[in-house]
């Protein structure tokens, strides 16, 4: 079992409406967990990075709350728009041994 | 500017064969990566350097070897080349080490036949 888990795999929305991206992680002892977005056929592009004592984090229409006692994040997207289809990766790094792991992802459609 | 850069983009060849894929970054960044994308979108970690040290080795076979020139370098032979190999290789670099945000680059499809 991946130490990192996302749902939805998938995701189809109307362009306009809000989404919300899951991200479960086991990883210990917690030292930091990132939200990618990935653009087909491209590299994937930083959203925010959460440590520890960070509830919640805003990049423009992007918002990642992060539960560090549940071992829980989740990314809202608000107000979607065609360019947000993407797959978005979630990334847990533990503390004092630089081990990165990484979720599947949720491959986002917005349609029109 | 590109701030990171991979050559080639493309890349088939055959098995058994020699590669290199380079990658090079122009923001001053001490610390460079090097991932692994499979044909299933799972992005792995395979190695880390800091100034020119690894600092992160998964557990990547040998026949994979990470050179680092200098801090703005960090190039990835492959020798051998498996089937098992094909994917795309992705190629970031962050600040230093810690909790910096990574940049990275567009990625190199290997394909093996």
């Known amino acids: 079992k991946n130490q990192v888990e996302q749902s939805p795999q998938s995701l189809i929305i109307l362009e306009g409406k809000n989404c919300t991206l899951q991200c479960n992680y086991t990883v210990s002892p917690f030292s930091n967990l990132r939200w990618y977005k990935q653009d087909t056929g491209r590299g994937p592009v930083s959203l925010t990075i959460m440590t520890f004592s960070e509830n919640t984090k805003s990049n423009g229409r992007y918002t990642a709350t992060l539960d560090a006692d549940t071992k829980q994040s989740s990314l809202h997207i608000t107000a979607s728009q065609l360019s947000d289809s993407a797959s978005y990766i979630c990334v847990v790094s533990a503390w004092g041994n630089n081990d990165m792991r990484f979720g599947a992802g949720t491959r986002l459609t917005v349609k029109p | 500017d590109t701030a990171v850069s991979q050559t080639p983009k493309y890349l088939v060849t055959q098995m058994g064969n020699d590669k290199s894929i380079k990658c090079e970054q122009n923001?001053?960044?001490?610390?460079m990566y090097w991932y692994k994308q499979d044909s299933k979108k799972f992005l792995k970690i395979m190695f880390s350097y800091n100034n020119k040290e690894l600092i992160i080795n998964e557990t990547v076979p040998n026949r994979f070897s990470p050179k680092s020139p200098d801090k703005a370098h960090l190039n990835l032979h492959i020798n051998s080349l498996e089937l098992g190999d094909s994917a795309v290789y992705f190629c970031?670099?962050?600040?230093?080490?810690?909790?910096?945000?990574?940049?990275f680059g567009p990625g190199t499809r290997l394909t093996v036949t």
């Open positions: 923001l001053g960044h001490d610390t």
């Open positions: 970031a670099s962050s600040q230093t080490q810690g909790v910096y945000e990574q940049y």
